[in-house]
């Protein structure tokens, strides 16, 4: 029996990992084991009764457990005291590694809305399946890219995308690092901000179709495997140029500059507003079709002779922007 009981769980866990090509799963599992088809679904079958799958549409997907919870934001209310109530008991069979990572990614997205959003409520949708687990933080406040926008005196609020992509930009310095958005971006599968039309990393239409993006002012969502081998410290470590977790190293899309004709040094200096705070600077140049004289001038002999402790590098730049990045590289005066 116990040899029968093994079989029965491998034929169960194959369905489970094949179940998203809904076309074939079955034939393939029959192959698999040499079963006929009724047995697969005879399978099928126990995985749902054991709320494992689900059908939908004609379909069989993983069952996903969803929880929501609403938060006026007041005074009283913590980010700690919301995630020990209401969240950690979510994770009672998680890894240490995956636990860290989604303690830091709530506390930062939390308490940002808290502090930034000048909201009324706070929204978390949290979500688990077989395979991973998500989390929706959403707010009714005047929107994350507007308060940016602003806060630092932007001319559009396309532009807080970049100063959201800089890391160490924050609205209040006295309170904040500007490093939690930054490395919560950093450390998920994926992670998403949609706020009124804009979206801070790319969303897929499906998954754009499962967020309630039309009832809130902002809303993060993230997500993260539950077998990821992901640890935090070593994302800390990725952006440090020398000592472990000093945090002087970013890499930036350049394609975030609002522009699709990069020429003017004006919009160099706003790619480079606040990057002296950097040892290393990482400008990552997809999807950027063409660079000026004047903008490539500003950001690579301008601004690394006036801030010499501050090293610029690139990647991804295509022939014609490479040529302009040596031709001011190599401009003598």
């Known amino acids: 029996m116990p ?15 094949n179940i998203t090509d809904s076309k074939s799963f079955a034939v393939l ?4 084991f040499s079963i006929s088809l009724p047995a697969v679904y005879k399978h099928v079958d126990r995985l749902i009764s054991e709320k494992k799958l689900i059908k939908k549409d004609g379909q ?32 009672s069979d998680t890894p240490h590694n995956i636990l860290n990572i989604w303690l830091y990614g709530f506390l930062e997205i939390f308490n940002n809305a808290i502090d930034h959003s000048k909201g009324k409520t706070i929204n978390v949708v949290f979500s688990k399946n077989r395979d991973f687990t998500s989390m929706q933080i959403s707010d009714d406040g005047i929107g994350i890219f507007n308060n940016i926008k602003t806060s ?30 930054y490395f919560t971006s950093k450390i998920f599968d994926e992670f998403i901000i949609y706020s009124k039309g804009l979206t801070f990393n790319s969303v897929s239409e499906k998954n754009k ?8 002012s902002t809303l993060v969502y993230m997500q993260l ?65 063409y660079i000026g004289q004047g ?19 690139w990647q991804n730049a295509n022939p014609e922007t490479l040529y302009m990045i040596n031709r001011a590289i190599n401009t003598k005066l």
Request: aromatic share 10%; glycine share 4%; net charge neutral.
């Open 3 to 17: 040899g029968v009981r093994k079989r029965g769980e491998e034929i169960r866990e194959f369905i489970l990992d």
């Open 29 to 32: 599992t029959a192959e698999r």
């Open 60 to 91: 069989f997907i993983l069952q996903t457990l969803q929880y929501k919870y609403h938060y006026k934001i007041e005074k009283s209310i913590s980010e700690d005291a919301v995630w020990v109530k209401d969240i950690k008991k979510h994770f």
């Open 152 to 181: 630092f005196n932007l001319m559009d609020e396309k532009d807080a995308l970049l100063e959201l992509a800089k890391g160490k930009r924050t609205t209040e310095k006295t309170r904040h690092s500007g490093q939690g958005i």
């Open 209 to 216: 179709q499962n967020l309630d993006i039309l009832k809130f």
């Open 225 to 289: 495997a539950n077998n990821s081998n992901k640890i935090l410290k070593d994302v800390f470590d990725e952006y440090s140029t020398k000592v472990p977790g000093d945090f002087d190293k970013t890499t930036i899309p350049v394609s975030l500059a609002n522009s699709t004709d990069l020429v003017a040094r004006s919009q160099a200096r706003r790619l480079l507003n606040g990057l002296e705070l950097f040892k290393e600077v990482t400008l990552d140049f997809t999807d950027v079709q």
């Open 295 to 313: 903008f490539a001038d500003e950001v690579f002999r301008v601004f690394p002779n006036m801030n010499p402790d501050t090293r610029i590098k």
